[in-house]
């Protein structure tokens, strides 16, 4: 890909009229610096100044088939030459096609579609429909989980994002999930974490009463909080905990759904189907704002006769299911998918291991795809984080280093705490994963210097 011609004076006008005017995320207002972008194209984007970066983060993690497909753009301008937009009451062509499309790559009977503008709105839904189709109020989600940043996501989430937003009074219980390299249950093998992991369920709905629980929310495989692959059995175990007690499964795949783990969907790796599944992010790369619920027969069914009671202006916007049409067609034509898993078992889980050799400041190496992360300690040996959990300011500074040296290098990091994430876009080259592969072993020579 080009860098544009460096206009350094373009880039400052446009950082000057994004600090005077754009209240950003997360972030408190003074202190930040966003870098200005001057354009993207596959697996890297630039700046004004002649900066070239290698995206290790598919932007927030949806980009699955990088920056500026054509096919894709291509597929938003027909869209909006041809009809831009159309109220959700109707039907449109755009919207079933796209419906169509998620439905037949969703496992088994999710096979009706409630679109949303993203993850949480997507969250939100499926908790609603979950409650109205057991009639119960209680929501059971895991510590380390990020499920969005709207009113019930928030209050799901187990990340210290929520501390200051929670209301508490969404009817949330938190469990411990599995994960054994922090094992909450003191499980040293992957078979006690699953067996002591599905005890402590089973004891949170005994004491919290079963016929009081309408849902279970899990990420398969928790993206933010840590990329930590459940055990073998686990998810299996949740599907018959929820069965026994007739509370509805959700699993969210808003960050690992559509190709990111080396499958459409994560939920294949592990044999299970889950009730309700959210998805967003890759659906249509973020091309245009899109998410969803896709929802079980049974579920379906009781929203038959009886009017759903929600609904979102732009649910199925033609533009965005447009993108998401194109993008899992190019995902189809391209083998996006496929080359995901290829990556992953052959190129970036490899080189990644091979990184954690050389280098004390990786304390374990997780993933699958191209849905990895590094988590860094300060010591191999008691398992110490790089930086204390939820650690700000000078007591993240080990991250901020590592995060610095990667962009020296041109790669742009996912840092989460004491972590990093590689998250390339699935249709990555393996000598563009290999370049990002060779920023992070210097970017962790920086780290290195922080261990003990
Ligand atoms: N669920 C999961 C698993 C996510 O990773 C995210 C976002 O990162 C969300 C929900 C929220 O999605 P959005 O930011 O589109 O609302």
């Not at 998620?102 to 009977?109: F, N």
């Not at 409650?131 to 990020?146: D, E, M, N, P």
């Not at 245009?288 to 038959?304: M, S």
Request: charged share 20%.
């Amino acid at each position: 890909p080009h860098v544009a011609a460096p206009d350094p004076q373009a880039g400052a006008a446009v950082k000057a009229a994004d600090r005077a005017h754009v209240f950003h995320s997360w972030s408190a207002q003074g202190l930040i610096d966003p870098l200005a972008v001057a354009g993207a194209e596959g697996s890297y984007f630039w700046d004004y100044d002649g900066n070239r970066y290698l995206d290790f983060t598919s932007g927030l993690v949806y980009t699955n088939i990088g920056y500026q497909h054509p096919k894709v753009v291509a597929a938003i301008q027909e869209q909006a030459g041809k009809l831009a937009t159309f109220a959700p009451a109707f039907a449109v062509d755009v919207r079933s096609e796209a419906a169509r499309l998620i439905a037949e790559r969703t496992p088994g009977d999710l096979d009706k579609i409630f679109f949303t503008n993203g993850g949480a709105e997507a969250v939100e839904n499926a908790v609603r429909m979950a409650r109205l189709h057991t009639g119960r109020h209680k929501v059971l989600s895991a510590f380390r989980s990020y499920h969005g940043a709207t009113s019930t996501a928030i209050n799901l989430t187990g990340d210290p994002r929520r501390w200051a937003s929670d209301t508490g009074s969404a009817g949330v219980v938190r469990f411990w999930a599995p994960f054994l390299y922090r094992s909450p249950f003191y499980s040293e093998t992957e078979q006690q974490e699953c067996e002591r992991a599905l005890a402590h369920l089973e004891d949170t709905i005994a004491f919290e009463g079963p016929a009081t629980i309408a849902a279970i929310i899990l990420e398969t495989v928790p993206g933010t909080a840590g990329i930590m692959t459940p055990p073998p059995g686990y998810l299996a175990g949740v599907r018959a905990i929820c069965d026994k007690y007739g509370i509805v499964f959700v699993l969210d795949e808003v960050m690992a759904g559509f190709g990111r783990t080396g499958k459409w969907f994560a939920a294949e790796h592990f044999d299970v189907v889950p009730d309700l599944m959210t998805f967003a992010k890759g659906v249509n790369s973020g091309y245009v704002p899109l998410g969803g619920v896709a929802i079980n027969a049974e579920i379906a069914a009781t929203f038959d006769k009886r009017p759903y009671p929600g609904g979102l202006t732009y649910s199925g916007h033609p533009l965005a299911c447009a993108a998401a049409v194109a993008t899992i067609q190019v995902m189809e034509d391209e083998k996006v998918v496929e080359h995901a898993a290829h990556l992953g078992e052959n190129v970036l889980g490899p080189g990644l291991r091979e990184l954690a050799e050389r280098h004390p400041s990786v304390g374990e190496v997780r993933g699958m795809g191209v849905f990895w992360a590094l988590e860094l300690v300060r010591n191999r040996e008691t398992r110490e984080p790089l930086v204390p959990y939820n650690a700000a300011g000078e007591a993240a500074a080990p991250m901020a280093a590592l995060g610095a040296a990667a962009k020296k290098n041109g790669l742009w990091p996912f840092i989460n705490m004491n972590r990093t994430h590689a998250v390339p876009a699935c249709n990555a080259s393996e000598a563009e994963v290999k370049e990002g592969l060779a920023a992070l072993d210097a970017a962790l020579s920086v780290a290195d210097e922080y261990t003990a």
